[in-house]
Protein backbone atom coordinates (compact mmCIF):
# COMPACT_ATOMS: atom_id res chain seq x y z
CA UNK A 1 0.00 0.00 0.00
CA UNK A 2 1.60 3.31 -1.01
CA UNK A 3 0.98 6.00 1.30
CA UNK A 4 -1.47 7.97 -0.58
CA UNK A 5 -3.48 4.91 -0.12
CA UNK A 6 -2.49 4.37 2.99
CA UNK A 7 -4.32 8.08 3.45
CA UNK A 8 -7.02 7.78 1.26
CA UNK A 9 -7.72 4.45 3.74
CA UNK A 10 -8.03 6.60 6.63
CA UNK A 11 -10.01 9.52 5.49
CA UNK A 12 -12.94 6.59 4.20
CA UNK A 13 -12.49 5.22 7.83
CA UNK A 14 -12.65 8.00 9.31
CA UNK A 15 -15.49 9.37 7.33
CA UNK A 16 -17.81 7.14 8.08
CA UNK A 17 -17.52 7.40 12.20
CA UNK A 18 -17.31 11.33 11.21
CA UNK A 19 -21.04 10.36 9.46
CA UNK A 20 -22.06 9.65 12.96
CA UNK A 21 -20.60 12.85 14.41
CA UNK A 22 -22.51 14.83 11.55
CA UNK A 23 -26.10 13.60 12.11
CA UNK A 24 -25.89 13.87 16.16
CA UNK A 25 -23.87 17.35 15.91
CA UNK A 26 -27.16 18.00 12.94
CA UNK A 27 -29.23 16.99 15.53
CA UNK A 28 -27.46 19.45 18.44
CA UNK A 29 -27.23 22.33 15.59
CA UNK A 30 -31.23 22.33 15.07
CA UNK A 31 -31.93 23.08 18.26
CA UNK A 32 -29.12 25.50 18.90
CA UNK A 33 -29.99 27.61 16.20
CA UNK A 34 -33.63 28.30 16.88
CA UNK A 35 -33.69 28.38 20.60
CA UNK A 36 -29.96 29.31 21.62
CA UNK A 37 -29.80 25.93 23.83
CA UNK A 38 -27.39 23.55 23.19
CA UNK A 39 -29.07 20.20 24.14
CA UNK A 40 -26.78 18.31 26.64
CA UNK A 41 -29.55 15.00 26.77
CA UNK A 42 -29.17 14.81 22.71
CA UNK A 43 -26.89 11.85 23.03
CA UNK A 44 -29.01 9.87 25.97
CA UNK A 45 -31.83 10.41 23.76
CA UNK A 46 -30.83 8.99 20.89
CA UNK A 47 -29.46 6.26 23.00
CA UNK A 48 -32.92 5.94 24.57
CA UNK A 49 -34.61 5.75 21.48
CA UNK A 50 -32.15 3.31 20.13
CA UNK A 51 -32.86 0.72 23.26
CA UNK A 52 -36.71 1.21 21.52
CA UNK A 53 -35.82 0.60 18.22
CA UNK A 54 -34.17 -2.63 19.84
CA UNK A 55 -38.10 -3.45 21.28
CA UNK A 56 -39.29 -2.96 17.77
CA UNK A 57 -36.61 -5.39 16.14
CA UNK A 58 -37.13 -7.80 18.96
CA UNK A 59 -40.91 -7.94 18.25
CA UNK A 60 -41.25 -6.99 14.67
CA UNK A 61 -37.99 -8.86 13.60
CA UNK A 62 -38.00 -6.37 10.88
CA UNK A 63 -35.12 -4.09 10.67
CA UNK A 64 -35.98 -1.01 8.18
CA UNK A 65 -40.01 -1.12 9.90
CA UNK A 66 -38.35 -0.89 13.36
CA UNK A 67 -36.29 2.29 11.84
CA UNK A 68 -38.75 3.78 10.70
CA UNK A 69 -41.22 3.67 13.50
CA UNK A 70 -38.45 4.16 15.63
CA UNK A 71 -37.36 7.65 13.51
CA UNK A 72 -41.46 8.34 13.78
CA UNK A 73 -41.12 7.78 17.76
CA UNK A 74 -38.39 9.78 18.64
CA UNK A 75 -40.12 12.30 16.17
CA UNK A 76 -43.20 12.22 18.73
CA UNK A 77 -40.83 12.47 21.83
CA UNK A 78 -38.73 15.14 21.21
CA UNK A 79 -41.95 17.39 20.17
CA UNK A 80 -43.40 16.35 23.34
CA UNK A 81 -40.37 17.08 25.41
CA UNK A 82 -40.24 20.74 23.64
CA UNK A 83 -43.94 21.13 24.94
CA UNK A 84 -43.70 19.65 28.27
CA UNK A 85 -40.09 20.37 29.43
CA UNK A 86 -38.55 23.03 28.12
CA UNK A 87 -41.74 25.11 26.81
CA UNK A 88 -42.25 25.73 30.75
CA UNK A 89 -38.81 27.40 31.06
CA UNK A 90 -38.53 29.36 27.88
CA UNK A 91 -39.11 32.37 29.27
CA UNK A 92 -36.36 32.81 32.19
CA UNK A 93 -32.57 32.74 31.18
CA UNK A 94 -31.02 29.91 28.65
CA UNK A 95 -28.84 28.61 31.10
CA UNK A 96 -32.17 27.44 32.77
CA UNK A 97 -32.50 25.24 30.12
CA UNK A 98 -29.20 24.12 29.38
CA UNK A 99 -29.71 22.75 33.26
CA UNK A 100 -32.95 21.27 31.93
CA UNK A 101 -31.23 19.40 29.47
CA UNK A 102 -28.04 18.24 31.46
CA UNK A 103 -31.48 17.19 34.05
CA UNK A 104 -32.87 15.16 30.92
CA UNK A 105 -29.58 13.45 29.82
CA UNK A 106 -29.96 12.33 33.60
CA UNK A 107 -32.98 10.91 33.63
CA UNK A 108 -32.72 9.08 29.75
CA UNK A 109 -29.54 7.64 31.10
CA UNK A 110 -31.33 6.35 35.00
CA UNK A 111 -34.50 5.02 32.52
CA UNK A 112 -32.47 2.98 30.12
CA UNK A 113 -30.17 1.49 33.41
CA UNK A 114 -33.21 0.77 34.94
CA UNK A 115 -35.21 -0.88 32.21
CA UNK A 116 -32.66 -2.67 29.91
CA UNK A 117 -29.62 -3.15 32.67
CA UNK A 118 -25.45 -2.50 31.96
CA UNK A 119 -24.94 -5.49 29.94
CA UNK A 120 -24.17 -4.08 26.03
CA UNK A 121 -26.38 -5.62 23.63
CA UNK A 122 -25.63 -6.71 20.02
CA UNK A 123 -27.61 -4.65 17.35
CA UNK A 124 -28.71 -6.67 14.70
CA UNK A 125 -27.68 -4.96 11.43
CA UNK A 126 -29.75 -4.77 8.25
CA UNK A 127 -29.28 -7.78 6.18
CA UNK A 128 -28.16 -5.20 3.12
CA UNK A 129 -25.58 -3.64 4.71
CA UNK A 130 -23.74 -6.78 6.29
CA UNK A 131 -22.24 -8.28 3.16
CA UNK A 132 -18.64 -8.25 2.17
CA UNK A 133 -16.40 -5.19 2.34
CA UNK A 134 -16.14 -3.65 -1.07
CA UNK A 135 -12.98 -2.69 -2.15
CA UNK A 136 -12.22 0.25 -4.45
CA UNK A 137 -7.94 -0.17 -5.40
CA UNK A 138 -6.81 -0.82 -2.52
CA UNK A 139 -9.05 1.28 -0.22
CA UNK A 140 -11.59 -0.78 1.80
CA UNK A 141 -15.07 0.00 3.60
CA UNK A 142 -17.61 -2.10 4.81
CA UNK A 143 -21.05 -2.18 4.08
CA UNK A 144 -22.39 -0.94 7.06
CA UNK A 145 -19.68 2.14 6.65
CA UNK A 146 -20.90 2.93 3.42
CA UNK A 147 -24.53 2.29 4.36
CA UNK A 148 -24.12 5.40 7.17
CA UNK A 149 -22.17 7.37 4.74
CA UNK A 150 -24.76 7.64 2.77
CA UNK A 151 -27.73 7.60 5.25
CA UNK A 152 -25.84 10.61 6.23
CA UNK A 153 -25.81 12.34 3.23
CA UNK A 154 -29.58 11.54 2.57
CA UNK A 155 -29.83 12.88 6.16
CA UNK A 156 -28.35 16.20 5.36
CA UNK A 157 -30.54 16.11 1.48
CA UNK A 158 -33.45 15.88 3.10
CA UNK A 159 -32.87 18.64 5.52
CA UNK A 160 -31.48 20.96 2.94
CA UNK A 161 -34.12 20.79 0.68
CA UNK A 162 -36.95 21.39 3.76
CA UNK A 163 -34.85 24.45 4.98
CA UNK A 164 -34.10 25.93 1.52
CA UNK A 165 -36.94 25.08 -0.75
CA UNK A 166 -40.26 24.46 1.29
CA UNK A 167 -42.43 27.55 3.07
CA UNK A 168 -42.06 25.43 6.40
CA UNK A 169 -38.57 25.35 6.31
CA UNK A 170 -38.27 29.20 5.48
CA UNK A 171 -41.05 29.78 8.34
CA UNK A 172 -38.40 27.55 11.01
CA UNK A 173 -35.58 29.47 10.12
CA UNK A 174 -37.57 32.81 10.51
CA UNK A 175 -38.43 31.34 13.92
CA UNK A 176 -34.88 30.62 14.75
CA UNK A 177 -33.93 34.43 13.89
CA UNK A 178 -37.02 36.49 15.01
CA UNK A 179 -39.64 34.66 17.11
CA UNK A 180 -41.55 38.19 17.40
CA UNK A 181 -41.59 39.01 13.60
CA UNK A 182 -42.42 35.53 12.87
CA UNK A 183 -45.45 35.77 14.88
CA UNK A 184 -46.13 39.16 13.68
CA UNK A 185 -45.90 37.90 10.32
CA UNK A 186 -48.36 34.89 10.76
CA UNK A 187 -45.74 31.55 11.83
CA UNK A 188 -47.17 30.11 14.69
CA UNK A 189 -44.01 29.95 16.91
CA UNK A 190 -44.66 27.82 19.58
CA UNK A 191 -45.41 24.90 16.71
CA UNK A 192 -42.15 25.90 15.05
CA UNK A 193 -39.61 25.22 18.06
CA UNK A 194 -42.13 21.95 19.04
CA UNK A 195 -41.43 20.29 15.19
CA UNK A 196 -37.56 21.46 15.57
CA UNK A 197 -37.13 19.38 18.78
CA UNK A 198 -39.05 16.81 16.86
CA UNK A 199 -37.05 16.70 13.99
CA UNK A 200 -34.22 17.16 15.88
CA UNK A 201 -34.87 13.74 18.05
CA UNK A 202 -35.54 11.78 14.95
CA UNK A 203 -32.30 12.65 13.75
CA UNK A 204 -30.53 12.38 16.64
CA UNK A 205 -32.25 8.82 16.51
CA UNK A 206 -30.78 7.84 13.00
CA UNK A 207 -27.40 8.60 14.41
CA UNK A 208 -28.23 6.30 17.75
CA UNK A 209 -28.69 3.65 15.70
CA UNK A 210 -26.27 3.55 13.20
CA UNK A 211 -23.58 3.91 16.39
CA UNK A 212 -25.29 1.09 17.68
CA UNK A 213 -25.23 -0.89 14.82
CA UNK A 214 -21.26 -0.40 14.16
CA UNK A 215 -20.51 -0.91 17.59
CA UNK A 216 -22.86 -2.71 20.32
CA UNK A 217 -26.06 -1.33 22.34
CA UNK A 218 -25.30 0.02 25.86
CA UNK A 219 -26.70 2.43 28.04
CA UNK A 220 -22.86 4.77 27.56
CA UNK A 221 -22.69 4.28 23.46
CA UNK A 222 -23.13 7.77 22.72
CA UNK A 223 -20.84 9.37 25.63
CA UNK A 224 -18.41 9.74 23.63
CA UNK A 225 -20.02 10.02 20.22
CA UNK A 226 -21.73 13.29 22.06
CA UNK A 227 -18.28 14.89 22.78
CA UNK A 228 -17.19 14.26 19.50
CA UNK A 229 -20.45 15.49 17.60
CA UNK A 230 -20.58 18.65 19.65
CA UNK A 231 -16.66 19.47 18.74
CA UNK A 232 -18.18 18.84 15.48
CA UNK A 233 -20.96 21.30 15.74
CA UNK A 234 -18.26 23.96 17.36
CA UNK A 235 -15.64 23.44 14.55
CA UNK A 236 -18.41 23.75 11.73
CA UNK A 237 -20.48 26.92 13.46
CA UNK A 238 -23.07 26.26 16.24
CA UNK A 239 -25.60 27.87 13.65
CA UNK A 240 -24.68 26.00 10.77
CA UNK A 241 -26.46 22.80 9.27
CA UNK A 242 -23.50 22.25 7.10
CA UNK A 243 -20.99 23.14 9.33
CA UNK A 244 -22.42 20.17 11.53
CA UNK A 245 -21.94 17.96 8.46
CA UNK A 246 -18.25 19.18 7.43
CA UNK A 247 -17.38 19.62 11.15
CA UNK A 248 -18.82 16.26 12.16
CA UNK A 249 -16.68 14.76 9.21
CA UNK A 250 -13.90 16.76 9.95
CA UNK A 251 -13.66 15.44 13.35
CA UNK A 252 -13.78 11.84 12.44
CA UNK A 253 -11.31 12.25 9.40
CA UNK A 254 -8.53 13.57 11.89
CA UNK A 255 -9.29 11.32 14.59
CA UNK A 256 -8.27 8.96 12.39
CA UNK A 257 -5.52 10.18 10.49
CA UNK A 258 -4.25 11.07 13.88
CA UNK A 259 -4.25 7.94 15.16
CA UNK A 260 -2.65 6.39 12.29
CA UNK A 261 0.08 8.78 11.79
CA UNK A 262 0.62 9.46 15.71
CA UNK A 263 -0.56 6.99 17.77
CA UNK A 264 -4.28 5.77 18.50
CA UNK A 265 -3.50 6.87 22.39
CA UNK A 266 -3.12 10.36 21.24
CA UNK A 267 -6.02 10.68 18.67
CA UNK A 268 -8.68 12.45 20.44
CA UNK A 269 -6.36 14.72 21.89
CA UNK A 270 -4.49 15.72 18.24
CA UNK A 271 -8.07 16.07 16.90
CA UNK A 272 -8.82 18.43 19.86
CA UNK A 273 -5.71 20.39 19.12
CA UNK A 274 -6.77 21.18 15.70
CA UNK A 275 -10.11 21.96 16.32
CA UNK A 276 -8.58 24.51 19.25
CA UNK A 277 -6.35 26.12 16.35
CA UNK A 278 -9.30 26.92 14.19
CA UNK A 279 -11.30 28.03 16.62
CA UNK A 280 -8.53 30.18 17.60
CA UNK A 281 -8.98 31.74 13.80
CA UNK A 282 -12.12 31.58 13.18
CA UNK A 283 -14.14 31.96 17.10
CA UNK A 284 -17.56 30.83 14.96
CA UNK A 285 -16.47 27.99 13.39
CA UNK A 286 -16.09 27.14 10.00
CA UNK A 287 -19.63 28.29 8.62
CA UNK A 288 -20.70 29.91 11.40
CA UNK A 289 -22.49 33.27 11.24
CA UNK A 290 -20.08 35.97 11.28
CA UNK A 291 -23.17 38.79 12.50
CA UNK A 292 -22.88 41.44 10.18
CA UNK A 293 -25.35 44.18 10.03
CA UNK A 294 -25.84 47.64 9.96
CA UNK A 295 -27.87 49.46 13.05
CA UNK B 1 -62.93 49.80 12.53
CA UNK B 2 -60.72 49.24 15.00
CA UNK B 3 -61.93 49.76 18.02
CA UNK B 4 -60.85 49.47 21.90
CA UNK B 5 -62.73 49.71 25.01
CA UNK B 6 -61.06 49.94 28.44
CA UNK B 7 -58.53 48.01 27.88
CA UNK B 8 -55.97 47.00 30.47
CA UNK B 9 -52.85 44.89 30.62
CA UNK B 10 -49.83 44.28 32.11
CA UNK B 11 -46.02 42.84 31.91
CA UNK B 12 -45.90 40.49 34.85
CA UNK B 13 -46.72 43.04 38.05
CA UNK B 14 -46.18 46.16 35.79
CA UNK B 15 -49.36 47.76 34.36
CA UNK B 16 -49.20 49.03 30.85
CA UNK B 17 -52.24 49.99 29.96
CA UNK B 18 -54.91 51.23 32.78
CA UNK B 19 -58.22 51.78 30.68
CA UNK B 20 -57.47 52.62 27.03
CA UNK B 21 -60.14 53.31 24.63
CA UNK B 22 -59.78 54.54 21.25
CA UNK B 23 -61.05 54.12 17.71
CA UNK B 24 -59.66 54.34 13.95
CA UNK B 25 -62.36 54.17 11.52
CA UNK B 26 -62.31 52.24 8.38
CA UNK B 27 -59.58 54.46 6.01
CA UNK B 28 -58.79 56.70 8.93
CA UNK B 29 -55.42 57.45 10.08
CA UNK B 30 -55.10 58.00 13.62
CA UNK B 31 -51.94 58.96 15.94
CA UNK B 32 -51.39 57.63 19.42
CA UNK B 33 -49.16 60.00 21.13
CA UNK B 34 -47.01 60.74 24.62
CA UNK B 35 -44.01 60.15 26.70
CA UNK B 36 -41.79 57.19 26.82
CA UNK B 37 -43.31 54.53 28.89
CA UNK B 38 -46.87 56.05 28.65
CA UNK B 39 -48.16 52.54 26.53
CA UNK B 40 -47.86 53.08 23.09
CA UNK B 41 -46.55 50.44 22.02
CA UNK B 42 -48.27 48.28 24.60
CA UNK B 43 -51.66 49.62 23.11
CA UNK B 44 -50.09 48.29 19.33
CA UNK B 45 -48.73 45.27 20.93
CA UNK B 46 -52.18 44.61 22.47
CA UNK B 47 -54.02 44.86 19.13
CA UNK B 48 -51.74 42.55 17.37
CA UNK B 49 -51.83 40.25 19.93
CA UNK B 50 -48.60 39.94 21.51
CA UNK B 51 -49.46 41.55 24.72
CA UNK B 52 -53.17 40.26 26.05
CA UNK B 53 -55.01 42.51 27.77
CA UNK B 54 -56.13 41.58 31.35
CA UNK B 55 -59.83 42.99 30.71
CA UNK B 56 -61.20 44.96 28.11
CA UNK B 57 -62.55 44.60 24.28
CA UNK B 58 -60.71 44.94 21.32
CA UNK B 59 -62.59 44.68 18.32
CA UNK B 60 -61.84 44.54 14.88
CA UNK B 61 -65.44 45.28 12.68
CA UNK B 62 -67.38 44.23 14.91
CA UNK B 63 -65.33 40.37 16.00
CA UNK B 64 -63.54 40.70 19.20
CA UNK B 65 -59.93 39.97 18.70
CA UNK B 66 -58.58 40.21 21.91
CA UNK B 67 -58.55 37.08 22.98
CA UNK B 68 -56.29 35.68 19.58
CA UNK B 69 -53.10 34.80 19.09
CA UNK B 70 -50.81 37.00 16.94
CA UNK B 71 -50.76 34.36 14.01
CA UNK B 72 -54.52 34.21 13.95
CA UNK B 73 -54.66 38.21 14.37
CA UNK B 74 -52.70 39.10 11.23
CA UNK B 75 -54.89 36.48 9.43
CA UNK B 76 -57.87 38.36 10.25
CA UNK B 77 -56.30 41.95 8.92
CA UNK B 78 -54.07 43.45 11.20
CA UNK B 79 -50.68 44.04 10.39
CA UNK B 80 -47.96 45.60 12.62
CA UNK B 81 -45.21 47.53 11.56
CA UNK B 82 -42.67 46.37 15.08
CA UNK B 83 -40.84 48.96 17.01
CA UNK B 84 -37.34 48.96 15.88
CA UNK B 85 -38.50 47.25 13.08
CA UNK B 86 -37.59 43.83 13.58
CA UNK B 87 -37.24 42.85 9.85
CA UNK B 88 -35.14 39.27 9.70
CA UNK B 89 -31.73 40.58 9.44
CA UNK B 90 -30.08 36.98 7.83
CA UNK B 91 -32.52 36.66 5.27
CA UNK B 92 -32.59 38.60 1.27
CA UNK B 93 -35.08 41.93 0.99
CA UNK B 94 -37.11 39.40 -0.94
CA UNK B 95 -37.56 36.75 1.54
CA UNK B 96 -38.06 39.77 4.52
CA UNK B 97 -41.01 40.31 1.57
CA UNK B 98 -41.96 36.98 0.84
CA UNK B 99 -42.44 36.18 4.84
CA UNK B 100 -44.77 39.45 5.30
CA UNK B 101 -47.09 37.09 3.17
CA UNK B 102 -46.63 33.84 4.90
CA UNK B 103 -50.57 33.82 6.30
CA UNK B 104 -51.73 33.92 2.34
CA UNK B 105 -51.89 31.45 0.14
CA UNK B 106 -52.88 33.37 -3.46
CA UNK B 107 -49.74 33.18 -5.08
CA UNK B 108 -51.19 35.52 -7.95
CA UNK B 109 -52.47 37.93 -5.28
CA UNK B 110 -48.97 38.08 -3.43
CA UNK B 111 -46.83 38.65 -6.95
CA UNK B 112 -49.06 41.70 -7.47
CA UNK B 113 -48.31 43.11 -4.12
CA UNK B 114 -44.78 42.55 -4.53
CA UNK B 115 -45.18 44.88 -7.46
CA UNK B 116 -47.16 47.02 -5.40
CA UNK B 117 -44.57 46.94 -2.89
CA UNK B 118 -42.00 48.23 -5.07
CA UNK B 119 -44.05 50.63 -6.60
CA UNK B 120 -43.97 52.72 -3.32
CA UNK B 121 -40.57 51.45 -2.18
CA UNK B 122 -38.54 51.35 -5.62
CA UNK B 123 -34.61 50.95 -3.54
CA UNK B 124 -36.19 47.58 -2.39
CA UNK B 125 -36.55 46.30 -5.50
CA UNK B 126 -32.66 47.42 -6.36
CA UNK B 127 -31.80 45.65 -3.48
CA UNK B 128 -34.27 42.48 -3.67
CA UNK B 129 -31.23 40.23 -3.30
CA UNK B 130 -29.10 41.57 -1.08
CA UNK B 131 -28.83 40.91 3.02
CA UNK B 132 -31.48 42.73 5.09
CA UNK B 133 -28.94 43.88 7.71
CA UNK B 134 -26.93 45.67 5.43
CA UNK B 135 -29.50 48.00 4.32
CA UNK B 136 -29.43 51.71 5.70
CA UNK B 137 -31.95 52.36 8.24
CA UNK B 138 -34.50 53.93 6.66
CA UNK B 139 -34.29 51.30 4.09
CA UNK B 140 -34.89 48.61 6.71
CA UNK B 141 -37.74 50.87 8.01
CA UNK B 142 -39.14 50.41 4.24
CA UNK B 143 -38.99 46.78 4.18
CA UNK B 144 -41.15 46.63 7.54
CA UNK B 145 -43.29 48.14 5.98
CA UNK B 146 -43.24 46.41 3.26
CA UNK B 147 -43.41 43.15 4.89
CA UNK B 148 -46.85 44.46 6.76
CA UNK B 149 -48.10 45.45 3.16
CA UNK B 150 -47.83 42.14 1.96
CA UNK B 151 -49.76 40.80 4.36
CA UNK B 152 -52.60 42.37 2.66
CA UNK B 153 -54.01 44.19 5.33
CA UNK B 154 -57.15 46.22 6.52
CA UNK B 155 -55.16 48.09 9.20
CA UNK B 156 -51.81 48.90 9.66
CA UNK B 157 -50.70 49.35 12.92
CA UNK B 158 -47.32 51.65 13.07
CA UNK B 159 -44.52 51.80 15.84
CA UNK B 160 -42.20 54.97 16.26
CA UNK B 161 -41.49 54.63 12.21
CA UNK B 162 -39.35 57.56 12.50
CA UNK B 163 -37.18 55.84 15.40
CA UNK B 164 -33.35 56.88 14.21
CA UNK B 165 -33.78 58.26 11.32
CA UNK B 166 -32.91 61.21 9.76
CA UNK B 167 -35.42 63.84 9.37
CA UNK B 168 -35.31 63.55 5.13
CA UNK B 169 -35.78 60.21 5.62
CA UNK B 170 -38.60 60.44 7.81
CA UNK B 171 -40.47 62.81 5.63
CA UNK B 172 -40.01 60.51 2.74
CA UNK B 173 -41.27 57.46 4.74
CA UNK B 174 -44.07 59.54 5.80
CA UNK B 175 -45.39 60.95 2.62
CA UNK B 176 -45.58 56.94 1.48
CA UNK B 177 -47.81 56.15 4.65
CA UNK B 178 -50.41 58.89 3.49
CA UNK B 179 -50.03 57.98 -0.33
CA UNK B 180 -50.73 54.41 0.95
CA UNK B 181 -53.68 55.31 3.09
CA UNK B 182 -54.95 57.90 0.15
CA UNK B 183 -54.82 55.31 -2.69
CA UNK B 184 -56.22 52.56 -0.98
CA UNK B 185 -58.32 53.48 2.06
CA UNK B 186 -55.79 51.45 4.45
CA UNK B 187 -57.15 52.02 8.27
CA UNK B 188 -53.86 52.98 9.48
CA UNK B 189 -53.39 53.28 13.53
CA UNK B 190 -49.35 55.33 14.10
CA UNK B 191 -47.68 55.52 17.28
CA UNK B 192 -44.94 58.51 17.37
CA UNK B 193 -43.04 60.49 19.15
CA UNK B 194 -42.25 63.07 16.86
CA UNK B 195 -46.42 64.88 17.22
CA UNK B 196 -46.08 67.32 15.04
CA UNK B 197 -45.19 65.09 12.10
CA UNK B 198 -47.66 62.43 13.22
CA UNK B 199 -50.35 65.14 13.09
CA UNK B 200 -49.80 65.99 9.86
CA UNK B 201 -50.88 62.77 8.22
CA UNK B 202 -53.63 61.68 11.01
CA UNK B 203 -56.87 63.04 11.21
CA UNK B 204 -57.38 62.14 14.71
CA UNK B 205 -54.73 62.17 17.98
CA UNK B 206 -55.17 60.45 21.22
CA UNK B 207 -52.61 61.28 24.16
CA UNK B 208 -51.24 58.57 26.38
CA UNK B 209 -49.99 59.30 30.13
CA UNK B 210 -49.22 56.38 32.01
CA UNK B 211 -51.64 54.06 30.10
CA UNK B 212 -54.55 55.54 29.48
CA UNK B 213 -55.51 58.17 27.17
CA UNK B 214 -55.87 61.91 28.32
CA UNK B 215 -56.72 63.64 25.53
CA UNK B 216 -58.28 62.55 21.91
CA UNK B 217 -59.32 65.30 19.44
CA UNK B 218 -59.35 65.81 15.62
CA UNK B 219 -55.64 65.88 14.59
CA UNK B 220 -56.45 69.73 13.54
CA UNK B 221 -57.51 71.07 16.93
CA UNK B 222 -54.74 69.12 18.60
CA UNK B 223 -52.44 71.07 16.67
CA UNK B 224 -53.70 74.45 17.32
CA UNK B 225 -54.67 74.06 20.85
CA UNK B 226 -51.50 75.90 22.53
CA UNK B 227 -51.84 74.51 25.71
CA UNK B 228 -52.37 70.94 24.49
CA UNK B 229 -48.83 71.67 22.62
CA UNK B 230 -47.37 72.71 25.71
CA UNK B 231 -48.61 70.28 27.90
CA UNK B 232 -48.66 67.32 26.08
CA UNK B 233 -47.10 67.19 22.74
CA UNK B 234 -44.02 69.37 23.07
CA UNK B 235 -43.54 71.34 20.28
Known amino acids: ?295 | MLKLQDVHASYGPVLALRGVSLEVPKGGIATVLGANGAGKSSTLRAISGLLHPSSGVIELDGQRIDRLQPERIVRLGISQVPEGRQIFTDFTVGENLRLGAYARNDRDGVRRDLERVFSYFPVLRERRGQTAGLLSGGEQQMLAIGRALMARPRVLLLDEPSLGLAPLVVREIFRIIKAINEEEGLTTLLVEQDASLALGVAQHGYVLETGSVVLHDSAENLRRDDSVRRSYLGF
Open chain 1, 1 to 295: MDEFEEFAQQVVTGASIGSIYAIVALAIVMIYRSTSVVNFAQGELAMFTTFISWSFIQSLDYFWASFALTILVAFFLGGALEVLVMRPVEQAPHLNSIVVTLGLLAVFNSLAFWRYGPVPRAFPKPEILSGDPITVGSVTISQLNLGIIVIALLIMAALFGLFNYTKLGLAMRATAQNPVASRLVGINVSRMLALGWALSAAVGAIGGMLTAASLTLSVDMMVAILIFAFAGAVLGGLDSPAGAIVGGLGVGILQALAGNYISSQVDIMAAFVIIIAVLMLRPTGLFGRRVVRRV
